[in-house]
């Protein structure tokens, strides 16, 4: 098989003097984020409301115990103003950004399979296209004064 080099390009175009081109891809490749469910949760206020759940690309882990890499995926929830059936129909909606870890005062976390309470200092958000984890955390440490 032929290597052109590094640069995938597109087959030969005739241009409209009819001199054969070859265009290089230069698109910049987007991170993506799926919605794979979502959850009704309670806001401070006893109102019910529609997280959606947003699941990151798949990534593969090397297991610290055994030395063997598994597959997975990030995952982080976000906030709607959605209804249900809205939201059943957003799933497999893909949106540009990312999921990303930030460092959090440590919890509590009780994994689910095995009832294991464990204390992790960091959670999963999600992070529109072009946004840092630093700006994200800025963002949300902002005050706003009452009037």
């Not at 799926?34 to 990151?56: C, M, S, W």
Request: aromatic share 6%.
């Amino acid at each position: 098989m032929r290597n052109d080099g590094p640069i995938p390009q597109t087959p030969p175009q005739e241009s409209e003097r009819g001199v054969i081109t070859r265009q290089c891809l230069t698109k910049k490749i987007k991170k993506m984020v799926t919605v794979v469910d979502f959850k009704e949760r309670v806001n401070r206020d006893g109102e019910p409301f529609y997280a959606l759940i947003l699941q990151g690309g798949i990534e593969l882990v090397k297991s610290q115990e055994t030395g063997n890499f598994y597959a997975t995926a990030k995952r982080a929830s976000i906030s709607s103003t959605f209804d249900e059936m809205t939201c059943k129909g957003l799933i497999g909606q893909q949106i540009p950004g990312s999921i990303q870890r930030v460092a959090v005062d440590p919890y509590e976390f009780t994994v689910k399979e095995t009832g294991e309470v464990i204390t992790l200092s960091h959670r999963w958000v999600y992070l529109k296209e072009g946004e840092s984890v630093e700006q994200r955390v800025l963002a949300e440490h902002e005050v706003e004064m009452p009037l």
